[in-house]
């Protein structure tokens, strides 16, 4: 029973050690976070789009892919003006496509959360 507690105890504390930025992103690493946010990318889209390309918990990458992938995604919506979803289209096939399946699934992963 005292071993029990002291495993619960200690997995709370952990659980509170996670920090803010990654509360914040719900499943992004802290360097994600602030990649996004030093580029100027709204976090709810930039999460979308790593689930898309890394999975529903994008965690594995290492923080040069979630730099690069800010940059690369504000480079794109500046390109297209804030249009998000031609920014989302260019970023995943390197040119604007209409009606683009893999576009939907980031806005449906976006909308969701």
């Not at 390197?94 to 699934?105: H, N, Q």
Request: hydrophobic content about 45%; some cysteine.
């Amino acid at each position: 029973m005292m071993k029990n507690i002291v495993f619960s105890l200690a997995l709370l504390g952990a659980l509170t050690e996670t920090g803010p930025a990654f509360a914040e992103s719900k499943s992004l690493p802290d360097c994600a976070v602030t990649s996004a946010k030093s580029h100027g990318v709204e976090l709810t889209l930039y999460r979308a789009l790593m689930i898309h390309e890394l999975g529903e918990t994008p965690l594995g990458a290492p923080c040069s892919f979630y730099e690069a992938a800010a940059a690369n995604l504000a480079t794109s919506l500046n390109s297209q003006h804030g249009d998000r979803w031609a920014a989302v289209s260019l970023f995943i096939h390197g040119r604007v496509l209409l009606d683009d399946p893999a576009v939907e699934r980031v806005r449906t992963i976006y909308e969701s959360k």
